[in-house]
């Protein structure tokens, strides 16, 4: 019996890029780098205008422990430092360089491997790399290696469901570089003094399931656990609900019951780190959708606009509607091609017309849909409907804060109630306030 | 290229719209308003047909004359008019069946915000509202079925068998009854029971209102929307379960001697319980309290059979369970992932 979760839904899964290796993309002529990559603090840039660049150079320091340094993705001249589309919605400061064609990198030939360095040594430097978490909610990677005193992991959940349909950047990686996602984990583990390690596939990538397991001989400390195929199986507290069956307490960290969970990906990041001195300047990503002229998987430098990687992957077709950051059920859509790939970019998702609803919102039928599918088993029709007769607080006692926005309920409503967007705005209400009441105590 | 659309997520949506989720329920219905025009004559579809219209054109008004967007497209207002229908005897007046739709959508359905905001299942508020005005035409308008007898049976034929039931019971349970008229009474019940007479109810060869009598029809529009996911099993199973142990524990003479069987076949039971106590806007959204909502109105219409003024109580036990929905919703809210605490 393949591990899961309760709730869920099934769409489409849409992986028609699982079968592409990934492949580089041309060097853009520039790049826009935001400052603001990370959940936490943005960081300080320490360039100035006019200043030449190397590929890795550090163009930006972190502004205190919840942030992390940003690095130039091309060689070349700083062009500007100024407000730029961001793809999470509105502008947002950014420093773009000018490529001078030459993609030379700083030098990293006296970099000595720190795969067996010292706990805090391999902290510095995971840090020292700008990683951040790379299945999409970009939290530094460091924070999260840095547990507070009195609380202790045993277990490190590797995520490779990948459970966002069109999405295959995690596949991928999984098939082509299993021995250094492996490196990887080792590493955290050590760093958390974790005995037990795991790495958590869908079912409906048997292949990386094969591949990492080939990869791990026969390791007793680690194993690969087939999932099953769901939406969300890759979400953190249903992640660890299906391995560990622990429920992390509502409000609370997956720290709490001993576990963490990182992508796949960013273990592969902080191999590379490690190893080879090499700072978070690209990452891998998938170009996919039915208005996605040709599909693949592609491996992007930071910065890199969205019409950039879409116009090198193959374009799109007239009839593309929405450009999703992201899965299809997560993602944010995107007002312009003009926003640069970040560190949390797992995809560029094109859908077409026929793919996006745009039906209007209907009255909420009591069909119990989202009740019956919702992960977090909270009542997401009378959470929105709080919501949107302004009873916020009331929607606070029904779970509001405890919802992570996955989407199912609203993927399942006959009545194409926009639950997610009601309980974002409620959300956004809950944190106002909070700030305004601690303020007064304070 | 034309602009990119924005809005939140998710992007993508099933295909299941409201009207999909009405449409199934009409198709489901349509079985049973199959049989109801073979059992009980072309008369049945001038009901259902009267009734449909009436709600359709109630709802079309009520929001034109209140300025809001006409939605009678959906399909619910149908719905409530053909299970109007279904639960009218095929002998009422054709004005009933209007005077009931009216009620049902412009006093049940519309003042209270419409479709999704109404408390009591428009149909059965409906249904009710005759029952109080005008008793004669929903108590003794019946017909026999063409190829049978009002009860199912060969000896009475001026009652349906819910009546018979009501009747022999209460000879049974009157200390002051007569020994002719007890070995009478049991001689109907043992008829009643008769394997002859069950196989009338299943097939709907009996006397009843016009969708209510056909149980394997029912079962398979029911079955359609159980596979379609688009009612679940923990209503329908957990009312008709309550019935069947209730009776069987107090329907006959001292404990455990009741006729399970016999009560889930007859009167308005599996339509009810499938069609109605389903309906999504009145029932609750939890699992559990789907459970409770169903063992609720199985406690109601036993009592009602049993105990109380009327042959058959599966309408006002919908109605009075509608009434507590929020009430329980409240009190079965599903434990959150990593809530501390019981159940």
């Known amino acids: ?442 | 290229m034309s602009p990119l659309a924005v809005g939140p997520s998710p992007h993508i949506r099933q295909d299941l719209n409201i009207r999909g989720v009405m449409y199934a329920v009409v198709i489901a219905l349509i079985p049973a308003a199959i049989g109801g025009v073979y059992f009980f004559g072309i008369r049945a579809l001038f009901i259902m047909i009267l009734a449909s219209v009436a709600a359709i054109a109630t709802e079309a008004i009520c929001q034109k004359a209140t300025r809001r967007a006409i939605t009678i497209s959906d399909g619910s207002a149908l719905i409530t008019g053909i299970l109007l229908a279904f639960n009218l005897p095929p002998g009422v007046p054709y004005w009933l069946p209007i005077v009931g739709a009216v009620f049902a959508i412009a006093i049940a359905k519309i003042p209270f915000g419409g479709l999704g905001y109404n408390p009591l299942n428009p149909a059965l508020a409906g249904r009710a509202f005759l029952l109080a005005s005008w008793p004669v035409y929903m108590t003794a308008a019946w017909t026999a079925p063409s190829r049978g007898t009002l009860s199912g049976m060969n000896a009475i034929t001026t009652a349906t068998p819910l009546g018979v039931f009501k009747v022999a019971r209460q000879i049974l349970i009157n200390p002051g009854a007569g020994a002719d008229e007890m070995s009478r009474a049991n001689s109907y019940l043992a008829e009643l029971y008769s394997s002859a007479s069950l196989k009338n109810l299943f097939f709907g060869n009996v006397g009843g209102c016009i969708g209510e009598t056909s149980v394997i029809l029912l079962l398979i529009g029911a079955a359609y929307l159980l596979i379609r996911g688009i009612i679940c099993w923990r209503i329908p199973v957990s009312y008709i379960g309550t019935v069947a142990l209730l009776t069987w524990m107090l329907g006959g003479k001292g404990l455990f001697h009741g006729y399970p069987l016999f009560h889930v076949l007859s009167g308005g039971l599996v339509l009810g319980a499938f069609f109605m106590a389903t309906d999504m806007v009145t029932s609750p959204v939890t699992p559990k309290g789907k459970i409770v909502f169903g063992i609720g109105c199985g406690i109601l219409t036993t009592v009602i059979r049993l105990y109380g003024g009327y042959p058959e109580g599966v309408s006002y036990s919908i109605l009075i369970m509608n009434i507590t929905v929020p009430l329980i919703d409240r009190y079965t809210r599903p434990r959150k992932l990593g809530e501390v605490g019981s159940s």
């Open chain 1, 1 to 442: 019996m393949a591990k899961t979760f309760k709730g869920g839904v099934h769409p489409p899964e849409a992986k028609v890029t699982a079968e592409l290796a990934i492949s580089g993309i041309e060097l853009p002529e520039r790049v826009i780098i935001p400052l603001s990559q990370h959940t936490g603090a943005p960081s300080v840039p320490i360039v100035k205008v006019g200043e030449k660049v190397l590929v890795g150079t550090k163009i930006a320091e972190a502004d205190g422990f919840i942030s992390v340094p940003v690095h130039a993705s091309v060689s070349g001249e700083v062009k500007a430092i100024s407000d730029y589309p961001h793809p999470l919605g509105r502008a947002m400061p950014a420093i773009e360089i000018e490529s001078d064609g030459k993609n030379e990198w700083i030098d990293l030939s006296d970099w000595h491997d720190l795969t067996d360095a010292s706990p805090d040594r391999i902290r510095q430097a995971v840090r020292g790399a700008g990683i951040v978490g790379l299945g999409g909610a970009a939290f530094p990677t460091h924070v999260k290696l840095s547990p507070p005193e009195g609380k202790s992991i045993d277990t490190v959940i590797l995520n490779g469901a990948e459970c966002e349909p069109y999405l295959t950047a995690d596949h991928r990686l999984m098939l082509e570089h299993p021995d250094e996602i492996l490196e990887g984990l080792r590493v955290i583990m050590r760093v958390l003094g974790a005995r037990r390690g795991c790495i958590g596939i869908e079912r409906n990538k048997p292949d990386a399931i094969q591949k990492m397991n080939e990869a791990l001989g026969g390791e007793n400390a680690i194993e690969v656990l087939d999932l099953k195929v769901k939406y969300p199986q890759g979400a953190e507290k249903q992640l660890i609900k299906a391995i560990t069956g622990r429920e992390v307490p509502c409000g609370g960290l997956p720290m709490d019951v001993g576990c963490l969970v990182q992508n796949v990906g960013t273990a592969y990041a902080i191999y590379e780190a490690l190893k080879f001195g090499k700072p978070l300047v690209e990452r891998v990503l998938t170009v996919s959708g039915c208005a996605a002229k040709r599909s693949g998987n592609f491996l992007v430098r930071i910065g890199t606009t969205f019409a950039h990687v879409v116009d090198k992957a193959g374009g799109m077709t007239e009839d593309c509607a929405k450009v999703i950051m992201g899965g299809p059920m997560m993602g944010i859509a995107q007002h312009t091609l003009g926003v640069p790939v970040v560190k949390g970019t797992s995809g560029i998702v094109l859908l077409s017309e026929a793919e996006i609803s745009l039906e209007e919102p209907g009255p909420c039928l009591r069909c119990g849909a989202c009740v019956d599918h919702c992960p977090m088993r909270l009542v997401p029709n009378e959470i929105a409907r709080l919501v949107e007769k302004g009873h916020v607080k009331a929607a606070e006692s029904y779970g509001l804060m405890d919802c992570m926005e996955c989407g199912v309920c609203a993927y399942v409503c006959p009545s194409k109630i926009n639950h997610v967007h009601l309980i974002k705005v409620g959300k956004s209400e809950v944190i106002a306030r909070r700030k305004k009441e601690s303020k007064k105590e304070g």
